[in-house]
């Protein structure tokens, strides 16, 4: 979309360039023109991922104001504009009047001009691109009909004008188009409200004093002052006070939660009470919102099977329904040799056959069924993710079943230092079990050492100056040259819903796999508490790839669910992988979902991947039901039995049909 904004407090060419900086740092935005002298800024930019309102935020937040915005769309206008001109057109066919018919032609000329624009466009842009398209039929016969109707009314074709035809069919076609947007739109206003993030204000602590920065102005180890309202846009940790957030906007979870010093704040989050201050630890570029801002542009881009396959059955379909449309105006007007009777019908048949419902078919109910997946918490990354059949479910055991965060209820030191020692390289892993160690050395306030070299290597632990931190047959040890300094024993919940889940997933008929790197008897207390037949202990990241591949040699349909940076080579390998949203960043960019609720956003996934997958299949089964009736009806087989279509009526029957694809797919 390109709108003009009438921008005022731009007293040098400076103040043009700050705007044109700030705006094209949003996402969304194509191009940007500011003119200092005119005080008019002009953008191009993705409506469906920005808004005018963010936009002119963005610019008042610099100290300027917009006191204007042209060039909005005004798809509701120009609806109305058709509706009524329309309705005065068939009017008007009642009243026998010389003037009435010039009426006529005047109003259909000018919803074909206003109302068609964007069909005219759209078909320019098809005929480029070699691409047939809805736009192109649409033009196609309201333009026939019009010229047709002004031909006969100079008297040039015998015959009657019938200047409601085009009228009515911009008009049907038109409500269509917009009701399918407006679904559209309020689907995609989940999306908006992430991109949002980018142009709040944060509440900088700054030497004692507050001020106002944007998200991208933040830098690691700023302080920020958070207060009832407020919007968390960066990743940050409680440093002082205590809050009640809402994280539904990236968690899909509505409660509050409450959160103190020491804890982590996810990046939009809002803030429901209380006051704190909080130390930034990511800054936007990299924090949590962001990376489901960037994942969820991907998923928009990306094209299930079922989706390429309809496109391409839209394609030829326009080709195939031009050529029928000329075939039945030769064959009525060789055979009745009536000129207007011929038009009509060829006109008819190149309406009700628009692919409209077919183009829609899959998107709508495809972008419906994403953000509804998303508000209950579960982000597909790849729409293919719907298609795929799973045989085989194999679930890591840390962090998927159970919390994954594991609490130090005792340790057994063989020399003093070690617990010290494992304090210092618990500090070079993120790994559960290191931040439990981290977590009780800060509560007893023992101080961890600085060691270099410090680094974490995958299936073994922290490797430091010939010492390791890593797992034992009952938890984690602390080795030095292969003698073991010290011993830690840890307490990990199972998740609740984790029972339930795996029923669930049993009954769709599934298998269910435990993979754990932990010893035998932890993964057998699991796998029994949780009824898990099969499991497999101490296996290690290159063991649980090597599984996947010698289950898909069997021919068998894999899917994994995993948190962990080691899980990343085997999720990329699996038919269909889950990454829990507590997880690393590198498990939810490898994987096709990102379950933002933990394990139990499996069976949402599920169910609303059969739902959106029926409402698919109903889709194209009644968009092709409908072309295997309407298209003989329309070309006048029926004809002998007084059943016909009038081209408008043929424009109508189309909307309709979108119209019953777009309420498919948004009811519940």
Known sequence: MRASLKVSGMTCVNCARAIEISLKKLRGIHKVEVSFELGRVVVDFDEELLSLEQIGRVIESLGYKVEKVEGKKRSVEILLFC?????????????????????????????????????????????KARVGNM???????????????????????????FFETSAFLITFVKTGKFLEEWVKSKALRGLKDLFSLQTIRLRVLKDGKEMEKTPLEVFLGDTLILRSGDLVAVDCRVLEGSLE???????GESLPVRKSVGDRLISGSVVLSGFAKARVEKTFSSSYANLLVRLVEETLSKKPKVQRFADRFSHYFVQ???????????LWFFKSGDLQKAVSFSLAVLVVSCPCAFGIAVPLALTVGLFRAYKRGVLIKDPSALEKEIDLIVLDKTGTLTEGKPRLVDYKLHVPEALQLACSLAKASNHPYSLSIRDFCLQRGIEAQVMEGCKEEAGIGVVCNGYILGRSEEGVALYKDGSRLAEFFFE??????????LSYLRARGMQVLMLTGDNENKARSVAQ???IENFMARVKPEDKLRVIEEFQQKGMKVALVGDGINDAPAMA??????????????????????LLRGIGGLRDFFENKDRVMRRIR??????????????????GLLYSKGIYLKPELAGLMMALSSLSVVLNSIRK
Do not use: C
Not at 245 to 250: A, K, N, W
């Open 320 to 330: 195939l329904v031009v050529a029928l449309s000329v075939l039945v105006f030769f």
């Open 529 to 531: 508490e949780l009824e």
């Open 618 to 635: 109903q889709n194209l089964f009644w968009a092709f039901i409908y072309n295997l009736l309407g298209i003989p009806i329309a070309g």
């Open 135 to 161: 736009d192109l039929l649409i033009t196609l016969g309201s333009t026939s009909a019009l010229l047709y109707s002004f031909l006969t009314l100079f008297g040039l074709l015998p015959g009657e004008p």
């Open 573 to 594: 390998r699996a038919n269909l992988s889950f990454a829990i949203g507590s997880g690393t960043d590198m498990a939810k960019r490898v994987g096709d979902v990102v």
């Open 492 to 501: 990990d919940r199972i998740r609740p819903e984790a029972k339930e889940v």
């Open 83 to 127: 509706w009524s001109s329309s309705l005065l057109i068939m009017a008007l066919m009642f009243v026998h009047s010389p003037l009435s018919l010039y009426t006529q032609a005047l109003l259909a000329t000018a919803i074909q001009l206003i109302g068609g624009y964007s069909f005219y466009k759209g078909a320019i842009s098809s005929l």
């Open 245 to 251: 957030v809402d994280e539904s906007l990236v968690s």
